[in-house]
């Protein structure tokens, strides 16, 4: 059983260690503070924007009453208003995500498109361009020893 127990931690510990667990749990950290983000700007920029373009209605107030409160009894109330509020919320969102990932994919794409600067060919090295020389010297004056034959 021992043994079992030392299997099951070695591959455990094997398991954490991999990239792709530090990868997700990253991604989940960055994906919360990307939700705290865009929630922010849904409730914080747009959702007031929308609130005085429909004069002020707040959409959390509309509900249907079944029972009205008495005493301790609390209200009965299909709060239908809070599910709109949502379903604008959740519209929002979607379009700010929706926007944020175009605008990601057109940096992605312009990047990809961008020409490479050319390589400039590294310098050649001195005993390499005098031999170059040497060899072109000596072709220069084959050629001429044949022409004059």
Partial sequence: MDKKKKGIIAEFREFISRGNVVDMAVGIIMGTAFTAIVNSLVKDVFMPVIGFLISGINFGDLKIVMRAASGDRPEAAITYGAFIQNIISFMCVAFVAFWLVKI??????????APEPEAVPPATPEDIELLREIRDLLKNNISEDKEHV
């Fill in 104 to 113: 990601i994919n057109m940096v992605r794409r312009k990047q990809e498109e």
